[in-house]
């Protein structure tokens, strides 16, 4: 099982990212996918979670409004599209699974993470 994030960089205030979680080793019918985010000298939080069975996507209430998740089966991987940012959104983000449907899992319950990718909201 493998996930590997891409899609990080610098952007200005009320710019926009699409960040992209390629995984193998999995079918994303069968685990749900969550995304992370870690602010320098902070933890890590749960930002949004797609399950696999039904699609259903939830969200941190900080991001609600302005960030997607969606996924393309076909090619294995998860989207998050980003928009509005703003200099909190600064952080590296992280995929991962708790090798489970749904998105009930919490930071502890994942089994596999992907390195992360690096997001900058500064002008």
């Known amino acids: 099982v493998q996930l590997q994030a891409s899609g990080g960089g610098l952007v200005q205030p009320g710019g926009s990212l699409r960040l992209s979680c390629q995984v193998s080793?999995?079918?994303?019918?069968?685990?749900?996918i969550t995304w992370f985010r870690q602010a320098p000298g902070k933890e890590r939080e749960g930002v949004s979670c797609?399950?696999?069975?039904?699609?259903?996507?939830y969200y941190r209430d900080s991001v609600k409004g302005r960030f997607t998740i969606s996924r393309d089966n076909a090619k294995n991987t998860v989207y998050l599209q980003m928009n509005s940012l703003k200099p909190e959104d600064t952080a590296v983000y992280y995929c991962?699974?708790?090798?489970?449907?749904?998105?009930?899992?919490?930071?502890?319950?994942?089994?596999?993470w992907g390195e992360g990718t690096l997001v900058t909201v500064s002008s």
């Open positions: 991962a699974t708790d090798s489970s449907s749904t998105c009930e899992g919490t930071r502890s319950d994942m089994d596999y």
């Open positions: 080793g999995f079918s994303l019918n069968d685990f749900a």
């Open positions: 797609i399950t696999s069975s039904d699609g259903n996507t």
